[in-house]
């Protein structure tokens, strides 16, 4: 302990590894938080711990929105909070930089003892489109977007007539056939065919929901006939499972598996394990396949004072010799012994390697049936059930998310499923989009609500000619835009665009182009220069909202005649 101020502990992460570390850490250390010779601070992104189990129930609306989160504050009341991204963990000496919040500033915090708790992230690195298409499934605000996202998908299909669309719609893909995949696929399935029945044009047949796999058989860290029985039962319940499939790739209108196959659908998942966090990524630090490494007692080799914990570390079990697994039971054990260490490190005692034998694995399949091996006993259907509720009842951590959990639980068996759709999102003005090749970006006639920059591939421009039928007028690569006529022109396409090979592009909405254009006089110049090229269209009638022009009908004429005379 030093003399003269109180020792600093910091832990990084606010999921069940730094969670735990600093729970176990305010009990261990009671005395001398009293007495102001330990400080112990958390960073987190987030100022709650996401109960990542029960987020599959999210999406079936069976628990509230709020109820598998605990503010953090209340969890660990002696604790500061510092409710911030980490953007850089500087081991030498020994400082972590904080992104700027309200008021710009950055924030630097020293240590004394450094705890690395920062999990995995979400990556699709290598899978093109999958960023821009796929929904991810990792935190409180996917299991929502999931959750509405699905509602929206049964909305558009109970107004939209054309049968491809419909079933695009209606085809809900789910990647990944682990523990979260299983579940979120289960409680997917389960709530799209209940949520259904109060929509008057879907019908139930039409909905189809499918589980890609890329081994033989799901949930392989379970006994074969367990995860047999789950197969069986997702089949039984209307889940159709691509076993030995991988996901290859995205567009919003398809989920691209490897061997060239599509599913059509407006709705695909991604479970798939995450990367490295990219602050570990950038550690000087012994690591393994991203990985910080540790010492039997949680301690970084090399960085006295520096731990790490939960799926961020590579943690050899002592008693196995082998990898402790990422989980939450695992992650919550390893704040533990990592507080422990720290405690006897401070103190001067013995510190203990970290041991643990997972107590059991569980996985819901929702409608009330489970599978679940629990210290060495198998068990499936509504047993594996109850058991699965009633331990992670016990584990989720605050008595009010507790009775709330169960009291929705409850009503859920009497009520039918909430079909609201909350939008909680703002108005989305850039976006990426990824096209496949053959594909069509637009089609002529369409709304043009878009500008589109290519970032790499090619793409054809296509206009529809009296007795030519569709001709290809030009072809266009990355740096180059389209999608203006109609959409400076405020009319509708007045070409089709289809990508010649793999395509990302850049789509900004007219009104984020309306705010450059009107900003920034030399974008207004290019797209004058452009609009006279392409199709001779009047300079002054760029950068004007449509409202307040005019003279806009004018050279809409302009426009159109000059596409008709074949320009585009
Ligand atoms: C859908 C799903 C279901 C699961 N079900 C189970 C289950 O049934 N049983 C089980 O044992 N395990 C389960 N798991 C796994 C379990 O949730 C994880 O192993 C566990 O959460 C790991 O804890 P962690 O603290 O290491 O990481 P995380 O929980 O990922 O926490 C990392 C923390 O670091 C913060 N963070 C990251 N980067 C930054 C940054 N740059 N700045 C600020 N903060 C940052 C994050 O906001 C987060 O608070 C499930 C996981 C998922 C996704």
């Given at each position: 302990m030093n003399a003269t101020r109180p020792t600093r502990i910091l832990i990084l992460g606010g999921g069940f590894g730094g969670v735990y570390t600093a729970l176990n850490l305010e009990t261990i250390l009671k005395r001398e938080l009293k007495r102001g010779e330990v400080e112990i601070g958390l960073v987190s992104r987030d100022n709650y711990l996401t109960?990542?189990?029960?987020?599959?129930?999210v999406v079936s609306g069976?628990?509230?929105?709020?109820?598998?989160i605990t503010p953090i504050r209340r969890l660990c009341p002696r604790t500061d909070l510092y409710t911030r991204a980490i953007e850089e963990i500087d081991l030498e000496r020994r400082r972590v930089t904080l992104a700027a919040g309200v008021g710009s500033r950055q924030l630097q915090l020293g240590y004394d003892h450094l705890v690395i708790a920062l999990g995995n992230v979400t990556t699709f690195a290598g899978q093109s489109g999958l960023s821009e298409h796929a929904l991810p499934f990792k935190y409180l605000g996917d299991a929502l977007a999931l959750r509405n996202h699905a509602i929206h998908a049964l909305e558009e299909a109970d107004i939209e007539r054309e049968a491809k669309a419909r079933s695009g719609l209606l085809t809900f893909v789910v990647a990944g056939g682990g523990f979260s995949g299983v579940e979120a696929v289960a409680e997917l399935n389960d709530f799209v065919r209940s949520a259904a029945?109060?929509?008057?044009?879907?019908?139930?047949?039409e909905i189809r929901v499918v589980l890609l796999h890329?081994?033989?058989?799901?949930?392989?860290?379970?006994?074969k006939n367990l995860a047999e029985f789950a197969q069986r039962l997702l089949m039984k319940r209307g889940v159709e499972l691509r076993l030995n499939t991988r996901l290859a790739g995205a567009t919003a209108e398809a989920a691209l598996l490897t061997r060239g196959e599509r599913i059509e659908t407006r709705t695909l998942v991604s479970t798939v394990p995450g990367g490295p966090n990219p602050v570990v990524a950038s550690l000087n630090c012994p690591k393994d396949r991203g990985r910080v490494l540790t010492d039997p007692y949680l301690e970084v080799p090399g960085n006295p004072g520096v731990w790490a914990v939960g799926d961020c570390a590579l943690i050899m079990d002592a008693a196995t010799g082998e990898a402790s697994p990422p989980t939450a039971q695992h992650a919550t054990r390893e704040g533990r012994c990592a507080a422990e260490n720290i405690a006897a490190t401070i103190r001067g005692s013995a510190k203990r390697a970290f041991a643990f034998k997972a107590l059991g694995k569980m996985g819901s399949l929702g409608h009330r049936s489970a599978v679940a091996e629990v210290f060495g006993l198998k068990l499936s259907g509504f047993l594996a059930w109850w058991l699965w509720r009633t331990v992670y009842l016990m584990k989720l951590p605050g008595l009010d998310r507790k009775i709330r959990v169960a009291v929705d639980w409850t009503l859920d068996l009497l009520l039918p499923s909430d079909i609201v759709q909350l939008?909680?999102?703002?108005?989305?003005s850039l976006r990426r989009e990824h096209f496949e090749a053959g594909q069509a970006i637009f089609q002529e006639g369409d709304h043009g609500d878009w500008l589109y920059i290519i970032e790499d591939g090619e793409v054809e421009v296509r206009k529809f000619i009296a007795g030519?039928?569709?001709?290809?007028i030009r072809r266009l690569g990355p740096g180059d835009c389209f999608g203006e006529i109609a959409l400076l022109g405020d009319h509708v396409r007045t070409a089709s665009t289809h990508s010649l090979t793999s395509a990302n592009v850049l789509a900004i909405d007219r009104d984020a182009c309306q705010a450059l254009l009107s900003t920034l006089p030399p974008l207004r110049d290019f797209f004058n220069r452009l609009l006279e090229e392409r199709?001779?269209?009047?300079?002054?009638?760029?950068?004007?909202?449509p409202e307040s022009r005019n003279a806009l009908d004018v050279s809409n004429d302009v426009t159109a005649h000059t596409i008709q005379e074949g320009a585009r």
């Open positions: 109960f990542q189990p029960m987020l599959p129930e069976s628990i509230g929105i709020l109820d598998t029945r109060s929509f008057r044009n879907v019908r139930p047949e890329a081994g033989g058989l799901i949930l392989p860290e379970l006994p939008r909680t999102e703002r108005a989305v030519q039928g569709e001709t290809p199709v001779g269209m009047r300079p002054e009638s760029v950068g004007m909202r």
